[in-house]
């Protein structure tokens, strides 16, 4: 599995960005994908995720209401729509892929892309 992440870039606060995740080996098309993010001295956590078939979707909580997760399978690409972003989003951005068709926080996801830069200044 080859994931490739993109879409980060520097937004104020209140701003949107989209963040895309490329699966270009279109190995994961049956397999949960998920976004996580790590801040600079900060551990890695996860952010949202979404099922196979995109029936499933589970969210970090402070996220909830201001993130969506989505997936299209025709494309395989798995995208996070950020809105109403705050400083404390700033982080780098790492989709991966578990090996299950359903997952969520706790979930080992074993394949993972290249993180994208998200900075958001306030």
């Known amino acids: 599995v080859q994931l490739q992440a993109s879409g980060g870039g520097v937004v104020q606060t209140g701003g949107s960005l989209r963040l895309s995740c490329a699966d270009s080996?279109?190995?994961?098309?049956?397999?949960?994908v998920a976004w996580f993010r790590q801040a600079p001295g900060k551990e890695r956590e996860f952010v949202a995720s979404?099922?196979?078939?995109?029936?499933?979707?589970v969210y970090e909580d402070s996220v909830k209401g201001r993130f969506t997760i989505s997936r299209d399978r025709t494309q395989n690409t798995v995208y996070l729509q950020m809105a109403a972003l705050k400083p404390e989003d700033t982080a780098t951005y790492y989709c991966a892929a578990g090996r299950r068709p359903f997952g969520g926080r706790g979930t080992p996801y074993d394949y993972w892309g290249q993180g994208t830069q998200v900075t958001v200044s306030s």
């Open positions: 080996m279109r190995t994961a098309s049956n397999n949960a």
């Open positions: 979404i099922s196979w078939n995109g029936g499933s979707t």
